[in-house]
């Protein structure tokens, strides 16, 4: 994996397409600990993912999950967790750009991340039921982006699904040419990264919490969310700039 963080975006690049750029321990581990960082960073406003080669990711290295006991099959699994988790808990907005095949633990990334771009000859599947091994933790990630039946299609059958279809289901945002998907990846991280930091981390992290809440309860928290976040000293500027019309200038807090 290679992290280069230039005018404000950090990029994150799988590179080890000659195994399909699996995610191994070390690669997983290696993804969170360069997301903390970018994570802890002021200058960063936003983060796309991306692959070498013509896969995205193939999903977990299969090589580290035989004759294993069931303590090393847990850790595989954690620090796929772990991961994942720091994908979502990161302020700044994290964007996949797939560019091929995302499957498995794959097809679970692009589903955690925030939003996602895909090319036309992209496809998505969770097609552990045809080797024994159910995805389970993707189901965690694809069923909550594109719904019950539809995740289950996709579990039971172990079918992929092209790139129309997945930005029909919601699993991703849009589909762009195959050339396009770093450019237009690139695109939407400029535009996230005009906002303010503390704007962006307050709503990044308020969509999470209030997803799955009853809507009243919801409606209660993020009613709170937002008369706090209307007396930051950047919500105030914006507003301000807004009708002085004149750009913001941020401040970060």
Known sequence: MVADVRDGIATLTLDNASRRNTLSVATMQEITAALREVGGSQEVGAVVVRAEGPAFSAGHDLGEMLDRTVEDERYVFAVCTEMMQTVQEIPQPVIAAVQGPALAAGCQLVATCDLAVAAETAVFGTPGVKIGLF??????????????????????????????????????????????????????????????????????????????????????????????????CDAQEGMSAFLEKRPAVWRGE
């Open 135 to 232: 995805c389970s933790t993707p189901m965690v990630a694809v069923s909550r982006a594109i719904g019950r039946k539809r995740a289950l299609q996709m579990l039971l059958t172990g079918q992929v699904i092209d790139a129309a279809t997945a930005a029909d289901w919601g699993l991703i945002n849009e589909v762009v040419a195959p050339g396009r998907v770093d450019e237009r990846a690139a695109e939407l991280a400029a535009q996230v990264a005009a906002a303010s930091p503390l704007t962006l981390k307050i709503g990044k992290q308020a969509f999470y919490r209030q997803i799955d809440l009853p809507q009243d309860q919801a409606y209660a928290e993020m009613s709170e969310v937002m008369a706090t976040n209307a007396m930051t």
